[in-house]
């Protein structure tokens, strides 16, 4: 005896558009009605879409400059530590603290912290990595690497409302909706 079961609960919808201008278009409309929760998916970059979809520039810049701030501090630090308080010796009549010499590893830190807060940072804020996404079990969303423009929206967002959902992205020009489900 076999049971079937549907543990799946709804993650959102996926609604296909013909063109890039339709996508941009879309997506200007899905953010002035309020929605939060959505995302825009297409083959190649299209210009303008950040500022259609409302997103705001990224604090990762902010990020990267204060870790290699801190990376060049702390390899001014350690040299300084090992060799004025730990190990202090006077090498050719130079003082305890030559900080000439300490640039070459201040700037290695600076680049050593900079890179890792680029890369770890740029994770963390894009909420990666998410190998298991809805999206990826819709069939027509394999058509995002070739000719498929997409938005997804997802079912947590405050506005989401399914009916009227489908019937605002109907309206905008949703060439195709198609429910996502989490497994």
Known sequence: MS??????????????????????????????????????????????????????????????????????????GLQYWVHSIEYPHIISGKPLFAWQAYIVVMFAMFVLFGAGAAVFGMLHINRLPRLHHPVFFSDRFSKVTTDGFFISLEAADPQFDLQKTEAFLREIGGAYIERLEEK
Not at 30 to 49: E, L, N, Q, T
Not at 53 to 60: A, H, I, T
Request: net charge positive; proline share 4%.
């Open 3 to 76: 049971s079937t079961r549907t543990d799946s609960k709804l993650f959102g919808l996926l609604v296909e558009f013909e063109t890039p201008a339709a996508l941009l278009k879309a997506a200007e409309k899905v953010r002035d009605a309020g929605y939060k929760k959505f995302d825009c998916h297409s083959p190649f970059p299209i210009h303008g879409m950040d500022q259609a979809m409302g997103m705001k520039r990224s604090n990762l810049g902010y990020l990267i400059a204060i870790f290699t701030i801190i990376g060049a501090a702390a390899g001014l």
